[in-house]
């Protein structure tokens, strides 16, 4: 299964804007990049994903490299909620699967 | 809208018992719907998924088994727990949006095995 590599944590002040990185060096060409966060005690909940184009909602942007061998969460202002652990995924074309790894948990500083 | 549901929400368990987990789905028909564990301070490992009725795909071999018996219902179950099959069940469904999965989880059950 195609693999990312995230920093085992991060922190941030509160207002400031967070970026967090992740590498996917094996991405295929037809593999969806998701974001997903996990608070405390929760299941994970969506955050955004994206193919090749930057995307942005509500939550969050998305901006991903030209080669598509990283990509990088982007919270444009960091809150006390928004402490979590990140999961950046790869879902293989078609899988139906999304494999996790071990994420970045996300301290944000008052 | 829809809502998914799993029961019980924590559970405690001797060794060699069985084990029984129900997750349920409302307010959408054919899902997928899959079954993931995390143990203590580690990421979600996914463990079976269904794309429909009587469908069952297995990603880790285990003592665990998963059943679909319903379109909108998943069981996850065990003949005889160990101890290292204490942690956090995670429920999820999905429908293909476009070309992306995206998935949503239930509240977990948080099984201990002693």
């Known amino acids: 299964d195609a693999k990312t590599t995230q920093p085992n944590s991060m922190e941030s002040n509160e207002e400031e804007p967070v970026h967090l990185p992740c590498n996917h060096s094996?991405?295929?060409?037809?593999?969806?990049i998701h974001w997903y966060r996990q608070l405390p005690s929760q299941g994970p909940e969506y955050v955004i994903h994206?193919?090749?184009s930057n995307v942005n909602n509500r939550m969050a942007s998305l901006a991903i490299a030209e080669d598509r061998k990283s990509s990088t969460l982007i919270l444009h202002r960091a809150t006390l909620r928004d402490a979590a652990v990140y999961y950046c995924?790869?879902?293989?074309?078609?899988?139906?699967?999304?494999?996790f790894g071990s994420g970045t948990r996300l301290l944000v500083r008052p | 809208s829809q809502t998914i549901h799993q029961w019980p929400a924590t559970l405690v368990q001797p060794v060699g018992s069985p084990l029984s987990l129900e997750c349920t789905v409302e307010?959408?028909?054919?899902?997928?719907l899959y079954w993931y564990r995390q143990a203590a301070g580690r990421g979600l490992q996914l463990l079976f998924y269904?794309?429909?009725?009587?469908?069952i795909s297995s990603e880790v071999p285990q003592n665990l088994s998963a059943s679909r018996p319903q379109d909108r219902q998943f069981i996850l179950s065990s003949k005889k727990l160990l101890l290292s099959d204490s942690g956090f069940y995670l429920c999820?469904?999905?429908?293909?949006?476009?070309?992306?999965?995206?998935?949503?989880f239930g509240p977990g059950t948080r099984l201990t095995v002693l």
């Open positions: 999820a469904w999905s429908v293909r949006r476009g070309a992306a999965n995206e998935q949503f």
């Open positions: 094996t991405i295929s060409g037809t593999d969806y």
């Open positions: 994206g193919l090749t």
């Open positions: 995924i790869l879902e293989m074309d078609s899988s139906y699967k999304l494999i």
């Open positions: 307010g959408t028909s054919n899902p997928n």
């Open positions: 269904s794309v429909g009725i009587g469908q």
